[in-house]
């Protein structure tokens, strides 16, 4: 693990979307109290219901959120650099409503919540970025919403994959980011159902090369899964 952000480090943090067009004074404040770790894969970086104590910005790595009730636990969301995550709690000083997990080796910078919030207040462009993170996270919470609501499972699976094809390299291939058994819980599966929709997209322009996912008529997908209007 590595200790306070350091020098030959700070030009590459700086220029992460949240402290991108901060005052650079100010962005030096938050830097000179923060720590950039790094955490090992199936590590817990905090439980739901813990007080957020720190807001934690994904630099490199995978993590996965999750919550529990009635001793079920489900996926909500896999979260992918470069992002802050669970923001709104350490914005309004709230406990965290999910827990989370390192899915793979993954580089974190801890910045204290107390001190985000500070400066929040006094960095206009760092509040700009803030707002602009809680909508981003709202709108993809719409997206899962209508998601689960209007798209049978492998419906389901297919617009996901789609997604992760925009957000990737709009090639054709999407590289899953999870285990097929995370993936499964994240879009409200069980592994077996998962295994399914992957056998029933087939039929659907879909080949499956262990984690490698070839999207090899596209035309086809869009049809069967409906794809969001809106662009991610």
């Known amino acids: 693990m590595q200790g306070f952000v350091r020098v030959g480090e700070r030009p590459e943090i700086a220029q992460l979307p949240l402290f991108r067009e901060m005052d650079d004074a100010k962005?030096?404040?938050?830097?000179a109290g923060s720590f950039l770790q790094v955490f090992p894969p199936q590590l817990t970086l905090f439980e739901l219901g813990q007080h957020?104590?720190?807001?934690?910005?994904?630099?490199?790595?995978?993590?996965?959120?999750?919550?529990t009730s009635g001793g079920r636990e489900t996926t909500m969301r896999i979260v992918e650099p470069v992002t802050s995550f669970?923001?709104?709690?350490?914005?309004?000083?709230?406990?965290?409503?999910?827990?989370?997990?390192?899915?793979?080796?993954?580089?974190?910078?801890?910045?204290?919540?107390?001190?985000?919030?500070?400066?929040?207040?006094?960095?206009?462009?760092?509040?700009?970025a803030t707002m602009h993170e809680l909508a981003l996270a709202y709108r993809d919470l719409v997206r899962a919403l209508v998601d689960m609501k209007l798209r049978q499972s492998a419906e389901r699976l297919g617009n996901?994959?789609?997604?992760?094809?925009?957000?990737?390299?709009?090639?054709g291939v999407v590289?899953?980011?999870?285990?097929?058994?995370v993936l499964a819980s994240l879009l409200g599966m069980t592994p077996e159902n998962l295994s399914r929709a992957f056998s029933m997209l087939?039929?659907?322009?879909?080949?499956?090369?262990?984690?490698?996912?070839?999207?090899?008529?596209?035309?086809?997908?869009n049809a069967f899964a409906r794809p969001d209007p809106i662009p991610v």
Do not use: C, W
């Open 27 to 31: 962005r030096e404040r938050v830097f």
């Open 202 to 221: 087939s039929a659907h322009g879909v080949r499956v090369e262990g984690s490698t996912i070839s999207i090899i008529d596209r035309d086809a997908l």
């Open 86 to 128: 669970i923001l709104a709690a350490v914005v309004n000083d709230l406990p965290y409503l999910m827990t989370a997990r390192t899915l793979e080796p993954s580089r974190i910078l801890l910045v204290p919540a107390a001190l985000i919030r500070e400066v929040i207040r006094q960095d206009t462009a760092l509040m700009q």
């Open 175 to 181: 590289q899953l980011k999870a285990e097929k058994r």
């Open 52 to 67: 957020a104590d720190f807001l934690h910005v994904l630099v490199d790595g995978v993590v996965e959120l999750s919550a």
């Open 160 to 171: 996901y994959l789609l997604q992760q094809d925009f957000r990737q390299s709009a090639k």
